[in-house]
Nanobody, 128 residues
Framework: QLQLVDSGGGSVQQGGSLRLSCAAS????????IGWFRQAPGKDGVKERE?????????GTTDNADSRFPINKDNAKNAVNLQLNTQQPADTLVYYC????????????????????WGQGTQVTVSS
């Protein structure tokens, strides 16, 4: 069974950077799309999460909502990393790693309900 553990959140000054990591176990990345979504306080439920970036584990195709946040995969560690650059206070949110049983990023991008496995979430706080 696929399990995801996301990590790397924390506090950073405006303009700074963080790197989030999503470690997958139970399934090789070749068979899934890994995505990062984020959620604002007070907005509950999976469908309220907004996409940040996604990557296909099979061919490395990516799509993201913001060019500040590139995504890449580490095949040796069966993990996906999300780089958060030039952070702004509006980026202060909980970030979730997730996986969809698909090999096509474009089939599942921006549709959180198509993702079936979720990490526990990691808080990112950006101060001005």
């Amino acid at each position: 069974q696929l399990q995801l553990v996301d990590s790397g959140g924390g506090s950073v000054q405006q303009g700074g950077s963080l790197r989030l990591s999503c470690a997958a176990s139970g399934v090789a990345l070749d068979y899934v799309v890994i995505g990062w979504f984020r959620q604002a306080p007070g907005k509950d439920g999976v469908k309220e999460r907004e996409v940040v970036s996604c990557i296909s584990g099979s061919d490395g195709t990516t799509d993201n909502a913001d060019s500040r946040f590139p995504i890449n995969k580490d095949n040796a560690k069966n993990a996906v990393n999300l780089q958060l650059n030039t952070q702004q206070p509006a980026d202060t949110l909980v970030y979730y790693c997730t996986a969809a049983k698909s090999r096509s990023v474009h089939q599942v991008y921006d549709t959180p309900l198509t993702f079936s496995s979720w990490g526990q979430g990691t808080q990112v706080t950006v101060s001005s």
